[in-house]
């Protein structure tokens, strides 16, 4: 099987397993639910539950592995990752739907479609965001009933708390408003870069470092190889923002001009910015290459970071 098609295998299965957590939309508060699985279900790249999986399968597909955390003879290997997979979508989707909201970015399209605040108002937009962020950790504490070492998943739930609060994502994001129509400095933006979109993106790899079993200067390895990644991703998409198609990416592009925000691109301009992407990029594959398992299919989902065209 080529990497491309594992990667279309891959993402059908990580798209069943976040759709099985989502909520039934029932009860009084059935409109609330409707604006949160209408916002997961918009689609995405699903690329931090994948990375998250991988990087889990890293430590626990091998013959020395223990599969640390799993009951004998009881759940399916992967079984205790899945609560993580699904609730670090959750957590991502929370913040897109609040960025895209007026007060914000302003957004009308996101993933091709009406973003939350056109499709159900203002209001219920926000609502849902709140909603989603608080489900997400619901659905990750599903995981202790899915291990005999509640101690990991203890962890991973303040990693991804930790990590999506105001020292990771939303300390990135609040110095990003902050910062809006402002000269920032290149140090102001590589520390919401590395808060705002890396951060959740090593939620998703130590997570899956832990519960497999890594030890802790693995558990650091993985952390630094997200943040390369995370990096990469971010300027490809500052890169997009200028010279993508908005039907391809689902989005409007110029999106970054329009709202006065600086970027590397600004910065440093578009080919400065293309070699970022490389060199963050080669950076995320030496780390991985010093890691055990089968790297081919996480090198592959690395790559697609500096081609990737929406």
């Known amino acids: 099987m080529s990497s491309r098609e594992q990667l279309e295998q891959y993402a059908s299965e990580v798209e069943k397993i976040i759709r099985k957590y989502l909520p039934r939309e029932e009860g009084h508060q059935k409109t609330v639910l409707e604006a949160m699985n209408y916002s997961v279900k918009a689609g995405g790249k699903r690329l931090r539950p994948l990375f998250m999986r991988e990087v889990y399968r890293l ?3 091998r013959p020395e592995s223990t599969a640390k955390g799993q009951p004998e003879g009881g759940m399916a290997l992967e079984a205790v990752v899945e609560p993580f997979m699904a609730a670090i979508e959750m957590i991502h989707t929370f913040s897109l739907i609040h960025d895209d909201l007026p007060c914000m ?3 009308r399209l996101r993933r091709g479609m009406a973003t939350t605040w056109v499709k159900y108002g203002y209001d219920l937009a926000v609502l849902a965001g709140d909603a989603l962020a608080l489900y997400g950790f619901e659905t990750a504490a599903k995981a202790f009933s899915m291990t005999d070492s509640p101690g990991a998943v203890g962890r991973c739930i ?3 708390a930790a990590k999506s609060g105001i020292n990771g994502m939303i300390g990135g994001q609040t110095v990003d408003v902050q910062l809006t129509g402002k000269t920032v400095a290149a140090g102001e933006l590589d520390f919401i870069y590395r808060l705002k979109t890396g951060a959740l993106l090593e939620a998703s790899m130590m997570i899956g470092a832990v519960l497999g079993g890594a030890d802790e200067k693995q558990v650091q390895a993985v952390e630094k190889m997200a943040s390369c990644v995370g ?5 490809q998409d500052d890169i997009l ?3 993508g198609n908005a039907e391809k990416i689902g989005k409007p592009v110029l999106s970054d001009e329009k709202n006065e925000k600086t970027t590397y691109v600004t910065l440093y301009g578009i080919e400065e910015a293309k070699k970022a992407v490389k060199e963050q990029s080669g950076k995320a594959q030496e780390i991985l290459e010093g890691l055990p398992g089968d790297h081919e299919f996480l090198s592959y989902l690395i790559e697609l970071l500096i081609t990737r065209e929406k």
Do not use: K, P, R, Y
Request: hydrophobic residues 40%.
């Open 59 to 61: 430590f626990t597909d």
């Open 105 to 107: 970015d302003n957004d």
């Open 158 to 160: 303040g990693l991804l």
């Open 231 to 235: 990096q990469a991703f971010q300027i």
């Open 241 to 243: 923002d200028v010279t």
